[in-house]
């Protein structure tokens, strides 16, 4: 396929290796590298902490970020404190200081050039790399406007940059995580509930006498603080019930394993939900106060009967009734689990709505052992202005669909930069930060293609992923353990903030988000949607405007607060 966009290999052996700084590693060096790291252990009293929140997952648990006398990372724990990890880190999170260590880092800003046919990254100042940026974008703003611009994004610095782009005049953000991971269960929570599940979700597994999981590989996926909840809830004897194809370590934890045939998912589940309700062990007083629909929903699975689910999900009708037995028994102390990672066969918001109606069934939601009522710490945010009204958004390529996409999709957005006959404007440019568009994206093929047809894409990022090679600027962005950023709040039992701070300077000629962002806006006279010099001024009043400060938030990481939406649970 001809393109004006060839890859520039990333690795110690390709034409991008003098412009990365990337050498490499012979035995002898491997030999130096591993006597360099023969360090004798040092004591806590004789290091510092510093306050942090994980970027290596989207849990983002609380933590201390230990550097010794010569200001070197030694290691990183939990912060006892947070309700996401209550003071232990997965092996990924104590992991963390190897990105800061990671010798491949992208290092200094990068402009692609050609020579001899032949596309390599060359060096670049900030200034430079920044001034290349602004000039594409005005120029694609003013020969097919603003919104031909888009953002994919994943991680704390897409908020900095979500910033930029609604004050370019650009709507069109997206992260990949939405549509392939939490979409359908957010969209089928929202149509059930009136509101999404969230992150982390709200589920009560400590409390839980009943926990299902379809295909939700607690024990794997390090999802920290359930993780540590699903460990107590089995000391406490609860029932695990797991629907997998593979015997997962979940399921070797599992009273009932149930290995269901793939793809069939949403036919046990309208089995379940057809023995709650005609073998009357639904929660009959939960679902009269709160529910509506019961009389069209008993009707659409009166024939979805266990005998008919059997011959197309595998697992046997008398399992199919013991274990919605086993709810009913627990309930309202039973958790469906909504999962994550939850597209998986064009299905998938219909069999999250099931879920969903199963968990109202039991009485789960806003119940003890079910679902707790989260809630979450609202900082003030600083005045600025309106952003541009934009005149068209990535749904105007496809007028009709996706109406229940409460969030842009990544996919879509790919599709709507290969340019067709019936579209008016298709996207001139992207803008990557945090995420490997090739290996994320599916039809990997499609995603090339789409990056073929742009004018000019930037990609932000720590490391030289793969989607750093189709770059025309590359931006180093520094680890989460050299930079602020905003304070994290995310919702849980109760309301809280934690803070992260740089426990070190920057390596090399990295930048991080909010600097790279404001300093990007500045030049292209957008400076006063970034009201703030630094980020500290920034945290510092919308601390203060709540009675804290970032001098204390610097010492104890995290901060709880009483609820103020009332109980956490109806009841």
């Known amino acids: 396929m001809k393109t004006r966009r060839d890859f520039i290999k990333i690795s110690a052996a390709g034409a991008g290796v003098a412009a990365l700084g990337l050498s490499p590693l012979s035995w002898d060096g491997m030999n130096k590298l591993s006597a360099s790291n023969e360090q004798k252990p040092v004591s806590d009293d004789e290091m510092t902490p510093y306050p942090t929140y994980c970027e290596v997952c989207f849990w983002k648990c609380a933590g201390w970020t230990y550097v010794d006398k010569k200001g070197d990372i030694k290691k990183i724990i939990g912060n006892k404190e947070d309700p996401h990890c209550n003071g232990r880190l997965c092996p990924r999170g104590t992991g963390g200081i190897g990105m800061y260590?990671?010798?491949?880092?992208?290092?200094?800003?990068?402009?692609?050039?050609?020579?001899?046919?032949?596309?390599?990254?060359?060096?670049?100042?900030?200034?430079?790399?920044?001034?290349?940026?602004?000039?594409?974008?005005?120029?694609?703003?003013?020969?097919?406007?603003?919104?031909?611009?888009?953002?994919?994004?994943?991680?704390?610095?897409?908020?900095?940059?979500?910033?930029?782009?609604?004050?370019?005049?650009?709507?069109?953000?997206?992260?990949?995580?939405?549509?392939?991971?939490?979409?359908?269960?957010?969209?089928?929570?929202?149509?059930?509930?009136?509101?999404?599940?969230?992150?982390?979700?709200?589920?009560?597994?400590?409390?839980?006498?009943?926990?299902?999981?379809?295909?939700?590989?607690?024990?794997?996926?390090?999802?920290?603080?359930?993780v540590q909840e699903m460990s107590q809830a089995i000391d406490k004897g609860a029932t695990i019930i797991t629907v997998d194809p593979r015997l997962s370590t979940a399921a070797s934890k599992s009273k009932y394993w149930l290995p269901i045939k793939p793809s069939t998912d949403l036919a046990l589940l309208m089995a379940w939900i057809h023995v709650a309700i005609y073998e009357g062990i639904y929660n009959k007083e939960y679902v009269e106060q709160y529910t509506y629909g019961f009389d069209e929903l008993k009707e659409h699975v009166k024939n979805m009967t266990p005998e008919w689910a059997y011959g197309i999900t595998t697992i046997k009708p008398d399992v199919i009734r013991k274990t919605a037995r086993e709810m009913a028994n627990a309930a309202p102390a039973v958790i469906i689990h909504p999962g994550r990672h939850v597209t998986w066969y064009g299905d998938d918001t219909q069999r999250l709505r099931a879920v969903a109606i199963l968990n109202a069934l039991f009485g789960s939601w806003g119940n003890r052992g079910g679902f707790y009522l989260k809630e979450s710490f609202h900082l003030p945010k600083p005045?600025?202005?309106?952003?541009?009204?934009?005149?068209?958004?990535?749904?105007?390529?496809?007028?009709?669909?996706?109406?229940?996409?409460?969030?842009?999709?990544?996919?879509?957005?790919?599709?709507?930069?290969?340019?067709?006959?019936?579209?008016?404007?298709?996207?001139?440019?992207?803008?990557?930060?945090?995420?490997?568009?090739?290996?994320?994206?599916?039809?990997?093929?499609?995603?090339?293609?789409?990056?073929?047809?742009?004018?000019?894409?930037?990609?932000?990022?720590?490391?030289?992923?793969?989607?750093?090679?189709?770059?025309?600027?590359?931006?180093?962005?520094?680890?989460?353990?050299?930079?602020?950023?905003?304070?994290?709040?995310?919702?849980?039992?109760?309301?809280?903030?934690?803070?992260?701070?740089?426990?070190?300077?920057?390596?090399?000629?990295?930048?991080?988000?909010?600097?790279?962002?404001?300093?990007?806006?500045?030049?292209?006279?957008?400076?006063?949607?970034?009201?703030?010099?630094?980020?500290?001024?920034?945290?510092?009043?919308?601390?203060?405007?709540?009675?804290?400060?970032?001098?204390?938030?610097?010492?104890?990481?995290?901060?709880?607060?009483?609820?103020?939406?009332?109980?956490?649970?109806?009841?």
Request: with cysteine; net charge neutral; charged share 25%.
């Open 383 to 571: 005045k600025i202005p309106a952003y541009p009204k934009p005149t068209k958004t990535w749904r105007d390529a496809f007028p009709g669909q996706f109406k229940l996409a409460s969030l842009a999709l990544s996919s879509g957005i790919c599709d709507a930069t290969i340019p067709t006959a019936d579209r008016s404007c298709s996207f001139k440019a992207w803008i990557v930060s945090g995420t490997n568009l090739p290996l994320t994206l599916p039809n990997k093929a499609n995603t090339l293609k789409a990056m073929s047809h742009l004018e000019f894409m930037v990609v932000i990022d720590t490391m030289p992923m793969e989607v750093v090679g189709y770059a025309d600027v590359v931006l180093p962005e520094c680890t989460y353990l050299e930079r602020y950023d905003l304070i994290r709040t995310s919702p849980h039992r109760e309301p809280y903030l934690a803070l992260r701070m740089p426990a070190v300077k920057p390596k090399y000629d990295s930048k991080p988000a909010w600097w790279i962002a404001k300093t990007l806006a500045e030049k292209m006279g957008l400076g006063a949607y970034f009201p703030y010099d630094d980020i500290t001024d920034l945290l510092d009043w919308q601390l203060k405007q709540v009675g804290s400060s970032l001098e204390e938030m610097q010492r104890i990481g995290v901060k709880k607060f009483d609820r103020k939406s009332g109980g956490l649970y109806f009841q």
């Open 101 to 226: 260590d990671d010798e491949d880092r992208l290092k200094t800003p990068l402009i692609r050039e050609k020579k001899d046919g032949k596309s390599y990254f060359r060096k670049a100042s900030w200034d430079e790399a920044l001034d290349l940026i602004a000039k594409n974008l005005n120029k694609i703003k003013a020969e097919h406007g603003p919104e031909c611009v888009a953002l994919f994004n994943h991680g704390s610095g897409g908020k900095f940059f979500g910033n930029f782009l609604k004050a370019f005049g650009s709507p069109n953000i997206t992260a990949p995580s939405f549509a392939q991971c939490r979409g359908p269960r957010e969209t089928a929570w929202i149509a059930t509930y009136g509101e999404g599940v969230g992150s982390p979700e709200p589920t009560d597994i400590r409390d839980t006498n009943c926990l299902v999981l379809i295909g939700s590989h607690i024990g794997e996926n390090m999802h920290n603080g359930q």
